[in-house]
């Protein structure tokens, strides 16, 4: 069993470079299952999700080749299986991309329930509603889930709940179908625009992504053979940023859009931090204890859900009483628990917590209960007095590429120990 071991009390200083985003890199790999072709795609960030993902289009029957630690080339012309690795697709939670991509390349798909980080109650139904709506029939049973259409046909289609997966699912599913499709309350994140900036160099026509309605008009085929670069990761810009800002530090982050970064700038800033944004970098430092706020996270542009533990480690410290509403995820206040060992006083029940900021906090050996979670530990860590040790590493490597180096790199004395 691995553990991250943090000697904490180092402010961080120095410059990061942030690496492709995770949340566009899951929806990208299974999209080039709809271009008949030959695709590159640039700037992966490598973590075992994208890996993992790689390996199911191998068992497809793509032809993957890794040209550089970040860069893949995939060759989809001989898929010749609808039908996933079950026990794999249950893993993880972007498995559910695989749905909306086999659909549209084979009229059939077979995916595994999708599992992934444990944030409570996280249903699909908006998926299948997209799915069926543009002709398919969708049958959950034996924690499977099989689609299939004899076509698909474009249609308007009212998304009840603004969901990034199914935004994502409903276009990959109609970029191939007969005739447009109109997604009505889509999900505006920015790998919304990147997915379908994919598809659309790959030869698809979708207008509207990142805005409230998306049009795609189907098209027969897409071909490929060109090259795409991934959006660069506004969470893990969002994590280096709350990090700098705990830790009283003073960091530039490179490789970023600091355009997808408004809601959390304004946060810092509110809560007495200092940021500077210049297009593709930002410095951002702190030299006071920070003050209380109240955050309310939501689909952007607003507050991320994702960011939403790391914020949380700046407010346990900050001066006065703050409150964060969660109102995406049911579970996403596990990691209060592990704070409250280290000294935080937080009270969570149910989507709501209240921080009563504490001078310090102290070392202890924590549990990451997910991805995000894992972030806000490490940051806690980097924050702390004494030496703190993370399990439960999986999680954190699932979506944040050398986190220990990039940390070390600041400054934080961070070690991965196996025990
Ligand atoms: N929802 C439904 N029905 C659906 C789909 C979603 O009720 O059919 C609800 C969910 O229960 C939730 C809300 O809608 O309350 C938003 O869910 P969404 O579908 O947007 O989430 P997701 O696609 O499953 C992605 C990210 C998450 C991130 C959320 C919200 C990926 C692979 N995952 O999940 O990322 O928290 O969007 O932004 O893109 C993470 O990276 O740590 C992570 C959990």
Redesign the pocket.
Known sequence: MEKLVITGGTPLKGEVVISGA??AA??IIPATLLVNGICTIENLPNIS?VKLYCDILKDLGAIVTWNSEHEVTIDTRKIDSHKTPLDVTRKF??S??LIGALLGRCKHAIVGS?G??N???????????GFEALGATVDVSNGNIAASAKKLVGTSIYM?????????NIMLASVLAEGTTIIDNP?K?P?IVDVANFLNTMGADIRGAGTDIIKINGVKELKGNATYSIVPDQ?EAGTFMLAAVASKGDVVIKNCITKHLESIIAKIVEIGGNVDANGDHLRVWCSKRTTKATIKTL??PGF???LQPQMGVALSISDGTSIINE????SRFQYTAELNKMGAKITAQGKSAVFEGVKSLNASPVYAT???AGAALIIAGIVAKGKTEIYNLNHIDR?YENIEEKFRKLGAKIERVSE
Not at 119 to 129: C, E, F, S, T, V
Request: proline share 8%; charged share 25%; hydrophobic share 35%.
């Open positions: 995770k949340n899951v929806a999700d939670r972007a559910y991309y999708p992934g980080c944030l409570g109650a996280r249903p699909i139904d908006q998926h299948i509603k009840d709940v603004v969901s990034v997966g199914a935004t994502i999900a994140e790998h969470i689909p952007y991320p859900t994702d109102s995406i995820w049911e997910d991805l995000r979506g």
